[in-house]
């Protein structure tokens, strides 16, 4: 029998990439992925999978605890990947309540569903939690974030992620659940939905709308590129160690500042446009509150334990990240007209 993998949040940017990879590359698991399709999940960011034998999609939420049951009772999961989350900093600041609900309380859920699942045989199950580096909270100018850096998040974005990690390793102690976490740095790629810096940008460079740098723009960010965290999470899920922490990171760091104007320069190249013409369009605004200076990880572990690395160099990727964008103009503007959101009625409700 075909070995069960649920993958959260698939639906999403980073989960979307993870389901692709498990599914093209695992034909003999079953990949089910369960996302709630809120304003960031997009099941167009899966229509070359979405026929394959090996892919399931389930809708549902996942603080839901009678859906969440009904769904392990179901399926019988041997594995879960958990991305499922309310992601940005800025829409935490507005509504920290929605990420304490769906982080906090759906990863419990999630937990509590495996616990009861795997009562009696944990032989080959795993559940693997997607986290952040920003659970670190932020550095100063000099080192990086290890394994044992101790947590002290500061937005209510990476306080619901280190709470939820902590239940996480709180169930693997008491319950001995079978766990393995991840923490990892900014990603950037395609199917990023435009509130995060790097596609807002290109968004706003195309259409020729001001481009909010928050503060001085010296804020640092360890870029990396989406698929290679979808590698390392296949890696980690197969080989890593239960009960143990990786950190992911691109060795990658950029100001703010310089990302843009690298990102500019590549628009103005891709659009025609007269060197510089872009840049006219960076408008420094009012800085996030509470907006952490530097993050920057040390990936060491993953690297000398697993052989995990980055593959691809920063300018490399941003140019392929701008090519997707040019290229898929229709998933923008689906996106941001909100038109992928009557996507699921049509393909699946209606079968
Ligand atoms: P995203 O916002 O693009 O996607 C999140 C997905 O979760 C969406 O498809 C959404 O519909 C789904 N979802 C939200 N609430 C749900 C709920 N209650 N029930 C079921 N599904 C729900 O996020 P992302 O950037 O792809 O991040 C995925 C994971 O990776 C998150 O856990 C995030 O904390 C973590 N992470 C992200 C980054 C990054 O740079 N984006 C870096 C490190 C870790
Ligand atoms: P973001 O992509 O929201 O990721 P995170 O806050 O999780 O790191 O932001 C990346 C950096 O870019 C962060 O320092 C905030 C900054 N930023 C801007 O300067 N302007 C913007 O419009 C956005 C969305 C972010």
Known sequence: MKRKILITGGAGFIGSHVVRLFVNKYPEYQVINLDALTYAGNLENLLDVKDK??????????????FIDQLFEQYQFDGVIHLAA??????????PLAFIKTNVLGTAV???ACKRLWKDNTEGKRFYHVSTDEVYGSLGEEGLFTEKTAYDPRSPYSASKASS???????YHTYHLPVVMSNC???YGSHHFPEKLIPLAIYNIRNNKPVPVYGKGENIRDW???????????????QGRTGETYNIGGINEWKNIDLIRLLCTIMDKKLGRTPGTSAQLIT?????????????IDATKLNQELGWQPSLQFEEGLEKTVDWYLANEEWLQHVTSGAYQHYYEQQYQTR
């Open 53 to 66: 034998p090996n892919y399931t999609f389930e809708k549902g939420d996942i603080t839901d605890e009678a």
């Open 86 to 95: 309310e992601s940005h900093v800025d829409r935490s600041i507005m509504d």
């Open 110 to 112: 999630l937990l509590n």
């Open 165 to 171: 990690d902590h239940f996480v390793m709180a169930y």
């Open 185 to 187: 740095s900014n990603n």
């Open 224 to 238: 990396l590129w989406v698929d290679d965290h979808a590698r390392a999470i296949d890696t980690i899920f197969h």
């Open 284 to 296: 420094f605004v009012k800085d996030r509150a509470g907006h952490d200076l530097r993050y920057a």
